[in-house]
Structures are given as C-alpha cells and as structure tokens.
C-alpha cells in the first residue's frame, strides 16, 4: 500500500530536484557516456561534494544487482510454476533440500550472463547490455503484472463477483494499470 509513496519521492521528487540543480543548458551524455554523467552526479559535482558521485556510482550498481537478482528470484520462480503445470520442461521442477528451484534458477541466472558477449567491447558496452537488461525485465514483470490485473477483473465482471470480496481494494486498480 505504500509502494507508490515511494515511487513519488524518489523517482518524481528526485528527478525534480536534479532538474533544479543541473543546469538546462549541461549535455548530460556529453562526450561520455559513462556513469559519471548521470545527472545526479552532475548535480553532486555541481555542489562541490568530492567524495558523494563515487557513493552514488556504488549504489546505482548497488540497485542494479538487486534489480537482477529480484528478477531472476521471480524468473526463477515462474519457470518452477510452468513446469509444474506442465509447460516447461519437467527438470525444472527439481529442487533443492530447503525448497530452491536451484536448476530454475541457473537457467536464468545465465541469461545474464549473456552481457559477457560484449567482452571485446568496453566495459562501458558491458554496464550498459546489463542495466539495459535488467530494466527491460523489470518493465515485462510490471506489464505482466498489469494485463494480469487487467484481465483478472474482466474476469470477475463477466462472472459477476463483487469487487467487494477482495481482501484490499483500489479506486484507481483498473485506471492504473491501464496507464
């Protein structure tokens, strides 16, 4: 319930307040393209603050590892569930002695893996495959989520179930997962 409180503060309220900070006329790519160009690095050097860009270079990569590994946690763990219904191969059902899908999980770990094909290139074409593939991950889970909800209270309507039953209920649910 508290998920988009979140959202607003750091992604709507920080974007805010480095479009205040770095100036309109700054090219933010610039002649690298590197993380060092990120705008809240450019704001952060534009205050004088020696130590912070490097801080806030570690927590970028900080976010993306975990963004990976919630994604693979929740590819992981859809490749166990097909398989169990029998649309995935049967040998992804297999689990560890504490309940860990552990060949599910190898199997997409090494999707990310793939960034290493890029190893002739920079380690900046690198980052960028991984960020890149970690972002497009995490907009499929959340357009998942939604055509899920979607259809979830279509089929509610046509079955004629009160949305009154749900154990948590939104006025915007439906207007925003649509959006």
């Not at 450019?42 to 993306?64: D, E, F, R």
């Not at 089929?155 to 439906?174: C, E, H, S």
Request: proline share 3%; glycine share 6%.
């Amino acid at each position: 319930r508290s998920v988009w409180i979140r959202i607003v503060v750091i992604y709507f309220l920080g974007s805010f307040v480095v479009g205040l900070v770095v100036a309109s006329d700054n090219t933010l790519l610039g002649s690298a393209s590197t993380a060092a160009a990120a705008p809240y690095v450019i704001a952060i050097q534009a205050a004088g603050i020696k130590v912070l860009p490097s801080i806030i270079n570690a927590a970028i990569l900080t976010s993306a590892l975990s963004a990976a590994n919630s994604d693979v946690f929740t590819t992981s763990r859809a490749l166990h569930s097909l398989a169990s219904q029998g649309h995935a191969p049967r040998f992804f059902q297999r689990t560890s002695r504490v309940g860990v899908p552990y060949l599910s999980v190898i199997f997409s770990w090494l999707f990310g893996c793939l960034a290493f094909l890029g190893l002739n290139s920079s380690a900046e074409n690198v980052f960028v495959f991984l960020v890149n593939l970690t972002a497009i991950s995490g907009v499929l889970t959340w357009l998942s989520i939604a055509v899920t909800y979607v259809r979830f209270r279509r089929g509610m309507v046509v079955q004629r179930i009160d949305r009154a039953v749900l154990p948590w209920r939104t006025k915007f649910g439906w207007p925003a997962a649509i959006w």
